[in-house]
């Protein structure tokens, strides 16, 4: 079983809809966690962090459950350019980052 | 600012060659990472250093992968020889601290084919 699993996709979403992403992971010392977003053939760049209290980043809402350890990501008024991947981060602390295989999102006119 | 900067951006290179990869973090940034990122496996961290020295190298698939960092500005990933199944993206990124992911900055990333 891999430490943080994601539904790869694709997401195929109109413009203007909501999409929620869930995320989750095994490892129960996870410290903190992450959003990062991969565009086609570039590298994954920062989202936003997910605190046990949610947060929200404009039309963008992180979402942490630790004890069902799962994180979510959900996406309001979906844009043409918010389509990528995005990639589900946890951290037990230190370096040790594990990144999820990530979940396409394709966003259409 | 300048970010991380990766050479080459591509690679094609036969079963058997060396190829070596090669980062310049951003300035003042103590860690410095090497991923991989595959289609099967995702993104997988391979090695990490702390002010030039390496701090874990548990990801480092075999012993055919090295990691070298001469001074503060450069690292090299060597793959000798390589084989088919090396094929993928590697991925070099710095952060100013150890801590979570969000300090991690990633580089453009280089496209390794082993013919």
């Known amino acids: ?109 | 600012d300048a970010g991380v900067i990766q050479s080459p951006r591509h690679e094609v290179t036969e079963m058997g060659q060396e190829v070596t990869l090669r980062c310049k973090p951003i300035s003042g940034h103590d860690y410095l990472f090497w991923y991989r990122q595959t289609m099967m496996r995702g993104l997988e961290l391979l090695i990490y250093f702390n002010n030039n020295v390496p701090i874990d190298d548990s990801g480092m698939p075999e012993d055919r992968f090295s990691a070298k960092m001469p001074n503060a500005s450069f690292s090299t990933l060597k793959i000798q020889p390589s084989e088919p199944r090396d094929s993928a993206v590697y991925f070099c990124a710095s952060s100013p601290r150890l801590a979570g992911a969000e300090t991690q900055y990633f580089g453009p990333g280089t496209r390794l084919l082993v013919l």
Do not use: H
Request: aromatic fraction near 12%; proline fraction near 4%; charge should be positive.
């Open chain 1, 1 to 109: 079983r891999k430490e943080v699993e994601q539904d790869p996709g694709p997401f195929n979403v109109p413009e203007g809809a909501t999409v929620a992403f869930n995320c989750t992971y095994s490892n129960s010392a996870s410290q903190s966690f992450f959003w990062y977003r991969q565009d086609c053939r570039k590298e994954p760049k920062l989202l936003m962090s997910v605190y046990s209290s949610g947060n929200e980043d404009g039309r963008f809402t992180a979402q942490l459950n630790r004890a069902s350890q799962y994180i979510s990501l959900l996406i309001r008024d979906s844009k043409l350019s918010d389509s990528a991947t995005y990639l589900c981060v946890a951290n037990t602390g230190g370096f040790k980052t594990i990144f999820g295989a990530g979940t396409r999102l394709f966003v259409k006119a």
